[in-house]
């Protein structure tokens, strides 16, 4: 089993930049695959991004891309996200979850963080 703890979140201005970290506790984040997800008022959870075991594969939803930048140490079992350009759709509470293999879907993964908040003013 593992733990994982975001955070990183806060309140910014559209076109400002923020970075999410996510600490995993338990078993090492490095047998895990990572993702992050987000979720906004009134909205279903939705994948963001996904990085593999050992950091070689990623995988963004295509409104982050050229954004967003996953990446991990699994030295610090931490997983993190770069998020720049900033846009207030980009409001959401923001999730780190572990996964056997770098699924897309939320049903993919086994265990999840309590989410860092996010928002985004224009």
């Known amino acids: 089993q593992v733990q994982l703890v975001e955070s990183g979140g806060g309140l910014v201005q559209a076109g400002d930049s923020l970075k999410l970290s996510c600490v995993a506790s338990g078993r090492t984040s490095s047998d895990y695959a990572m993702g992050w997800f987000r979720q906004a008022p009134g909205k279903e959870r939705e994948f963001v991004a996904v990085?593999?075991?050992?950091?070689?594969?990623?995988n963004y939803a295509d409104s982050v891309k050229g954004r967003f930048t996953i990446s991990r140490d699994n030295a610090k079992n931490t997983v993190y996200l770069q998020m720049n350009s900033l846009k207030p759709e980009d409001t959401a509470a923001y999730y780190c979850a572990a996964s056997t293999y770098i699924y897309t879907h939320i049903m993919g993964y086994d265990y999840w963080g309590q989410g860092t908040q996010v928002t985004v003013s224009s």
């Open positions: 990085i593999s075991r050992n950091g070689a594969r990623t």
